[in-house]
């Protein structure tokens, strides 16, 4: 392993590659992903129905690198808690990267794997069929391109297996860049980066060790401060050609007046609207803002899940900020890690930036409100409209408004 390989520690799950475990009931799925792994990550059984909820475990799947595999519940599940299941592996489906569906080659291909199959598709992503216990066939029969027959009992198959899984999986990585595109090596770039009292003691939050680290594989040079430190630091700095200015969106109304206005500024949010693919669909959703009235719903989303406190951000600062900026008393919805509904009801979306979230689940997101008819945005964009700097934040990218 190479000084720049990733490892489990540095890739956040985010950009990880993320392979499902997908099929009937009793397929052997988790038998087959305990195979993959090297270890009982999940309960194997003959009794159908075993796995309830989906399994996570991160690894390296080299030449690939970090991955998460996830188990998933047999799609096939019946009764009130078999729907539940059936429609947490659907929503798994929608972060998944690449898929494996898990067919038993003695029962061989089913109903429920056939429509498994035409979902897969019509989600479009990339798949292999595994017939798992070909142990157990007379002979086994001539694979088509995207099949591979496999034991999870004796491992015939299992190399292949992860290394059709990791070339198929690298093909899904995201290509994109969160700021280092636009930096030369030695820039200096400021980032602005209050201390979270939901973050864990002597941590920064997951966006700015992002930020940072792409920063540094440009070759550039970040000065990392806390907001209060911002004209004490500029001072410091005025012989220095500041590249750019990257804060905390909570702090861009502070941070925008402090900072002169020749040198570009953004947030660490709107790098990651940016990033995700999002920032020009996030510009013109938060323009619904506009015309909210009282009896209006905004969601508010976030893609992961934590404490909140007293003056969290999404559920309290936010949408005090927003009753503010437009006069009106509209009703808040919240929904926080995977969760996000298929048909959104609502005025708005305002959505966080999504770093803990795949490319194809915030594409999901984006693409169920647009579907709905509903606008779709983003926390820093957001914040800069309603501080009247939006124009300033989204200038570095090239975007006149």
């Known amino acids: 392993m190479t000084a720049d390989t990733p490892t489990l520690n540095s890739a956040p799950g985010a950009v990880r590659v993320k392979i499902g475990f997908f099929g009937r009931r009793n397929a052997g799925k988790s038998r087959l992903v305990n195979a993959v792994t090297g270890q009982d990550l999940s309960v194997v059984s003959d009794v159908a ?36 299941r059936v429609r947490k592996t659907r929503q ?39 017939y798992n216990k070909s142990d157990l066939l007379y002979e086994i029969p001539k694979p088509g391109p995207n099949e591979i027959y496999i034991s999870a009992v004796t491992g015939l198959g299992i190399a292949e297996l992860k290394e059709r899984a990791a070339a198929m999986g690298a093909s899904a990585e995201s290509e994109g ?38 920063i540094l594989e440009a070759g ?3 000065v990392v401060i806390r907001e209060f430190e911002l004209k004490e630091t500029l001072h410091k700095l005025r012989e220095v050609d500041l590249r750019m200015v990257i804060t ?28 995700k693919g999002l920032l020009e669909a996030s510009i ?21 899940t934590h404490h909140r406190q007293c003056d969290d951000i999404g559920t309290v600062k936010l949408p005090r900020l927003l009753r503010e900026f437009t006069g009106k008393s ?27 979230q795949g490319d194809r689940e915030m594409r999901f997101r ?23 700097i939006l124009a300033r934040a989204v200038a570095p990218f090239g975007y006149t408004l």
Not at 100 to 128: F, H, K, Q
Not at 286 to 300: C, F, G, K, N, P
Request: charged share 20%; hydrophobic share 40%; with cysteine.
């Open 49 to 84: 129905g075993t796995t309830t909820d989906p399994v996570r475990k991160s690894m390296e799947l080299l030449p690939l690198g970090p991955v998460l595999i996830i188990d998933t519940p047999g799609i096939d599940d019946e009764g009130e808690l078999g729907d539940l």
């Open 284 to 304: 013109a959703g938060v323009r619904a803002l506009d015309s909210v009235q009282d009896s209006d719903t905004i969601l508010i989303c976030e893609g992961c």
């Open 366 to 388: 984006h693409n169920a409100a647009s579907a709905a008819g509903v606008p779709f945005t983003n926390y820093g964009v957001a914040l800069a409209y309603t501080n009247g």
């Open 220 to 222: 550039a040079v970040s």
């Open 330 to 356: 509209p009703r808040f919805e919240f929904t926080s890690g995977g969760e996000f509904p298929e048909k959104p009801d609502c005025k708005l979306v305002i959505h966080c930036g999504g770093c803990m």
């Open 92 to 130: 798994i489906l929608r972060q998944t990267d690449f898929a494996v569906l898990v067919i038993d080659a003695v029962r061989g291909e089913t109903p429920a794997d056939s429509e498994l199959a035409r979902i897969l598709e019509e989600s479009r992503v990339p798949y292999i069929i595994a």
């Open 248 to 275: 905390d969106s909570q702090a861009f109304k502070l941070v925008a007046e402090g900072t002169p206005e020749n040198v570009p500024l953004t947030s660490f949010s709107i790098l990651f609207a940016r990033y």
């Open 177 to 214: 860049r969160l700021v280092g595109d636009l930096l030369k090596p030695a820039d200096v770039v400021l980032l602005v980066t209050p201390i979270d009292s939901a973050a864990p003691k002597g941590r920064l939050i997951l966006p700015q060790q992002q930020v940072v680290r792409d």
